[in-house]
C-alpha cells in the first residue's frame, strides 16, 4: 500500500514556474515507478511525466517536453515536477501516481496508487 502526498500547487503568471511535490508513504517507496497527471475541468486525466524506480529515463508528454522536469529523491520518498514556461493551457488539477515496476509508465489505467491532486492555476 502506498499512500501519496502532493503539495506546490497554487496560481502563477503564464512565463512562470512552480515546483510540484509528491511524498510517497510506504517503506518501499523507492520500488514503484512514479508519473504526474493533469486533469482540467471537462476533460479526461492526461499524462504528464513518468519516471523509472530509479530515476533514469524520464518520459514526457509532448505539450510539456522542454518546460517540464520529473526527478526523484529516492532518500526521502518524493518526486518533483519542475515546471517552466507555465501556459494558461497548464491549468489543471495535477496528481501524482505509483505503481510496482521496473519501467516507465504513460496511461491512467497502469496506475495503482494516486495523490488527492494539486491545483495549478495559470493565469494569462
Known amino acids: 500500500q502506498v499512500q501519496l502526498v502532493e503539495s506546490g500547487g497554487g496560481l502563477v503568471q503564464a512565463g512562470g514556474s512552480l515546483r510540484l511535490s509528491c511524498a510517497a508513504l510506504?517503506?518501499?517507496?523507492?520500488?514503484?515507478?512514479m508519473g504526474w497527471f493533469r486533469q482540467a475541468p471537462g476533460k479526461e486525466r492526461e499524462f504528464v511525466a513518468a519516471?523509472?524506480?530509479?530515476?533514469?529515463?524520464?518520459s514526457y508528454a509532448d505539450s510539456v517536453k522542454g518546460r517540464f522536469t520529473i526527478s526523484r529523491d529516492n532518500a526521502r520518498n518524493t518526486v518533483y515536477l519542475q515546471m517552466s514556461s507555465l501556459e494558461p493551457e497548464d491549468t489543471a488539477v495535477y496528481y501524482c501516481?505509483?505503481?510496482?515496476?521496473?519501467?516507465?509508465?504513460?496511461?491512467?489505467?497502469?496506475?495503482?496508487?494516486w495523490g488527492q491532486g494539486t491545483q495549478v492555476t495559470v493565469s494569462s
Open positions: 510506504a517503506r518501499t517507496a523507492s520500488s514503484y515507478a
Open positions: 519516471i523509472t524506480r530509479s530515476g533514469a529515463s524520464p
Open positions: 501516481a505509483a505503481r510496482w515496476g521496473t519501467t516507465y509508465y504513460t496511461r491512467v489505467n497502469e496506475y495503482d496508487y
